[in-house]
């Protein structure tokens, strides 16, 4: 049956989650051992596709957790353009995500990096057999989160939950340990009312364009919703910080559009008042929150709730599962196999 594995992967993450929080003190130990002076001027978080969205996601997280200053770049970026970002003078703690540890552009970009700058690595995949885990100076691998799909699914969130393990352990807020302790719980129930949402979305809503409004923390989780309707349902899907919207892209929008808000806590009222604006489009809206509002039985078509009193910083990982599945059900009724979409690989080699 088409999508059968890619399903079955995306069901399973909750459980790999649960996984990785049994080795949450071997983290943290290693992590307080390696950097118990913290000798590094910037952090850098690479990766490429939707590794690179991890990268994203974790640095605006680490950004927040620790208080240090951290970017996260594409490692095409770095391999092509690395003088426009960095300095000779600065040493620097490289963070590399790579599900299979072989992509092309992040193994060239971490052997220019350690051969041009003053860095120190880590890398965090999914593959333990890779030897980019010898070429870093610590690895942090992703148990049990091998995938047999092209697509990533599981090992977005479950590089993205080491990532968030990670900066709890560097910043030293070992209280965060306890918002991650309940992510698989919260991401398995919410998950299955979820999937009724997705079916009621793919009867009634228009899916020929997209745009997915993510802001701060959020605009890494948004980008990469958008590449999983693009790649697997060839979707026409754009991802934006919210207010970017306002500038020009709202133009063209109408009955054809769906427009999805990820809500965040920090710029919710501008949120807000957006939502009530691109319902006057004639859009269809969703919104994707932790918690109810009142505007969402005036402006919302769709809601979707997870994530109540966990941090804006943590909830996206929750959002990640629908949009994954949202893509396979709307792939198969256009007769794409969501477990070998066309032109995508497993691996990106050049």
Known sequence: MPGTVTLQEIAEQFDVWEGLIEDIELLQKDVSINFQVKEFDDLIFIGAGSSFFVAHTA????????????????????????????????????????????????????????????????????????????????????????????????????MLFVAYMFASAYGERFTSMNYLKQ??????????????????????????????????????VALECGLKLDEVAQLRTKALSPLEFRHGYHTSVGPQDLVIFLMSDSGRKHELELLGEVRNYSAKTMVVSDKKEQAFDTSADYTVLTGRGIPEHYRGILYAPFFQFLACLTAMPKGIDPDAPPRVSRIVTL
């Open 183 to 220: 992510l698989p719980e919260e991401g398995r129930a919410a998950f299955e009312w979820q999937r009724r949402v997705c079916e009621k979305v793919c009867d009634e809503a228009p899916m020929e364009r997209i745009t997915i409004l993510g802001g701060g923390p959020m605009l890494g």
């Open 59 to 158: 640095a605006a997280t680490f950004k927040f957790t620790t208080g240090e200053c951290a970017h996260a770049y594409a490692s095409s970026e770095i391999l092509q353009f690395h003088q426009y970002m960095l300095k000779k003078e600065r040493k620097y703690l490289v963070v590399v995500f790579s599900r299979s540890g072989e992509t092309t552009e992040t193994r060239a970009a971490l052997e220019l990096l350690k051969s041009e700058y003053r860095i120190a690595s880590i890398v965090i995949t999914c593959n333990t057999q890779s030897d980019i885990l010898a070429a870093c100076d610590l690895a942090f691998p992703v148990k049990s989160c091998i995938e047999s799909s092209p697509v990533m699914t599981k090992s977005f969130t479950g």
